[in-house]
């Protein structure tokens, strides 16, 4: 059975993978993983999060994958004495001088090679399993057939795969367009600051809407092509493998990655719970009966317009969509249910009233669009909306009035154009 990878940027996000079906998580630490911005996790709430996902008996695995200089070199021995600490299921390092200092600091913690790594081939993959590396996160430009080469060479080596998300323009991450825009004169920071894309803090330039200038006209602008939509030339599509799940398990991919540190708890639920279901069809030799729902699923929130990257063919003449950049769905997180009894204790995130659509959501695809919802403030007292400034309770009715119990954890989500 592959494992299923999700990402989590906080503490609620980690149980929001869980209860979708992720049997993993990867996050971050402090300042030190590649997503900077995300909200990641403190010290405190990493001992927690890493005893809490043993105590349900999954795993997690704690990024620490910058290119660290040497003036780096105290916080990142202060982390890996820590990760030894709370003895985490893995770290993610791409440095060679972080992988030297984790063997010394951290000898017992399962060593993960990022993608930041870009191990493209089957020797590199040998010389990290040879110097200790458990798990590979192959480069995103591999194919399946140099997949299963290096599964063939080295049987015994963990590899992870992104099977959905965003796919960099440059190789696997490494990019220095996020410094050179970021640069004093160019963009809009302070001083001598850059944004750099190899110390976690991406600018995510490669999504910019680009022109063409010419010296002698510098008035004048060019569209590179002339799509109505403007010019997106770095903009890859995303990845998308959810139709492609068996040959990516026949390929000896070990675990299924999504991408997303920084996204939503309603991406989380939603792609998750989707791969969930096809990986345990496919495994259980079970119909996709639920296709049509899986496929609506993935259009539950924004994204680029899907392809399979570069696991079928090198992508020259489709990687790149020249669409807008603008970002189109009508659904929206509505709450959370926080605990179950007479009354499920609500978190709220929108505002929502009494008659807006709603739709419960869980694991194992429950979804249950309800025809009322009655909605109790923190005294029991009816109210016709929730804000989510307050604390609520609630009873869930489907569409025939009959009462539906929900779980801990079920989302409610809401129609919304915007």
């Not at 990022?114 to 430009?141: D, H």
């Not at 004169?185 to 894309?197: I, N, V, Y």
């Not at 570069?310 to 709450?335: D, H, Q, V």
Request: glycine residues 6%; contains cysteine; hydrophobic residues 40%.
């Amino acid at each position: 059975m592959p494992e299923l990878l999700a990402p989590a940027g906080n503490f609620e996000k980690l149980k929001v993978a869980f209860h979708y079906g992720a049997d993993a998580v990867y996050a971050g630490l402090d300042k030190l993983s590649l997503r900077a911005n995300a909200d990641n996790f403190t010290r405190d709430e990493l001992a927690q999060a890493v005893e809490y996902t043993h105590a349900i008996g999954k795993k997690i695995y704690i990024a620490l994958n910058i290119y660290f200089m040497p003036e780096h070199e105290a916080r990142i021995i202060d982390a890996l004495i820590f990760l030894a600490d709370i003895n985490p299921d893995g770290m993610i390092i791409s440095d060679m001088g972080t992988f030297y200092l984790a063997k010394k600091y951290a000898p017992k913690v399962a060593v993960h090679i990022s993608t930041q790594a870009n191990c493209t081939n089957q020797y590199a993959a040998m010389m990290y399993s040879s110097i200790g590396a458990n798990r590979v996160v192959l480069a995103r430009e591999l194919g399946l057939d140099a997949i299963q080469t290096i599964r063939k060479v080295l049987p015994d080596l963990e590899l992870e795969v992104f099977v959905h998300g965003a796919m960099c323009i440059a190789y696997s991450g490494r990019c220095l367009l996020s410094s050179y825009m970021t640069a004093k004169g160019l963009g809009t920071q302070k001083d001598d600051e850059t944004r750099s894309a190899n110390q976690g803090d991406c600018a995510h330039s490669c999504r910019w809407e680009f022109f063409l200038k010419e010296k002698t006209r510098k008035d004048d602008t060019f569209d590179i092509s002339s799509d109505e939509n403007g010019t997106y030339i770095l903009s890859s599509k995303d990845i998308c493998m959810i139709d492609h799940v068996k040959d990516l398990i026949d390929a000896g991919v070990s675990s299924f990655k999504i991408e997303g540190r920084m996204k939503s708890i309603l991406y989380i639920s939603s792609i998750v719970r989707a791969y969930r279901y096809v990986i345990d069809c496919i495994q259980s030799g079970n119909s996709l009966d639920k296709a049509d729902q899986v496929y609506q699923e993935l259009d539950v929130v924004s994204h680029r317009e899907f392809s399979t990257g570069f696991f079928y063919k090198k992508p020259y003449e489709y990687a790149n969509i020249a669409g807008s950049a603008e970002y189109k769905r009508n659904t929206r997180l509505a709450g959370m249910v926080l605990s179950v009894g007479e009354k499920a204790a609500l978190k709220i995130y929108n505002k929502v009233a009494s008659t807006d659509k709603l739709t419960l959501i869980g694991k194992n695809m429950k979804t249950i669009k309800l025809g009322q919802v009655r909605f109790f403030d923190k005294n029991g007292n009816p109210t016709e909306e929730a804000k989510h400034t307050e604390s609520f309770f609630g009873i869930f009715y489907d569409t025939d009035g009959n009462i539906v119990e929900p779980e801990e954890m079920d989302i409610l989500r809401m129609e919304s154009n915007f």
